[in-house]
């Protein structure tokens, strides 16, 4: 949680003009791990099935190989998982999210004491 005076980070890294990747996938990335379904991962975020699978199919379009494998419902249920890239993924987009935030606290440290108690957001 943020602290009063604390700044926080969000990162978008464009790699293409259709190559984005930021907070929300990296977000609907660790849903699909955590439910093991694009469907379920979606609820959990707020968004339509369509809206999830379409974010998702944008990522596995974005590398050489999958960031999530699906299989189709039926008898089985189907589901939905991490690839081994997937993971690394999301585990480098958080790595650099932390080292991200730890070099603007380090940066602007000196200036929290001088930020008036109005400025809260």
């Given at each position: 949680?943020?602290?009063?005076?604390?700044?926080?980070?969000?990162?978008?890294?464009?790699?293409?003009?259709?190559?984005?990747?930021?907070?929300?996938?990296?977000?609907?990335?660790?849903?699909?791990?955590?439910?093991?379904?694009?469907?379920?991962?979606?609820?959990?975020?707020?968004?339509?099935?369509?809206?999830?699978?379409?974010?998702?199919?944008?990522?596995?379009?974005?590398?050489?190989?999958?960031?999530?494998?699906?299989?189709?419902?039926?008898?089985?249920?189907?589901g939905?998982?991490?690839?081994?890239?997937g993971?690394?993924?999301?585990?480098?987009?958080?790595?650099?999210?932390?080292?991200?935030?730890?070099?603007?606290?380090?940066?602007?440290?000196?200036?929290?004491?001088?930020?008036?108690?109005?400025?809260?957001?």
């Open positions: 949680m943020r602290t009063k005076h604390t700044a926080a980070v969000s990162v978008r890294l464009r790699f293409a003009d259709d190559a984005r990747l930021g907070p929300g996938k990296i977000a609907l990335l660790e849903a699909v791990a955590r439910s093991g379904s694009i469907a379920a991962a979606g609820r959990e975020m707020n968004m339509s099935y369509r809206r999830a699978w379409l974010l998702i199919d944008s990522l596995n379009h974005m590398f050489d190989e999958p960031v999530v494998r699906a299989s189709p419902g039926g008898a089985n249920g189907g939905a998982e991490l690839s081994g890239l993971l690394s993924l999301v585990a480098a987009y958080r790595t650099m999210e932390a080292e991200t935030q730890a070099s603007i606290e380090r940066h602007f440290a000196s200036l929290r004491a001088r930020m008036t108690p109005s400025a809260d957001g």
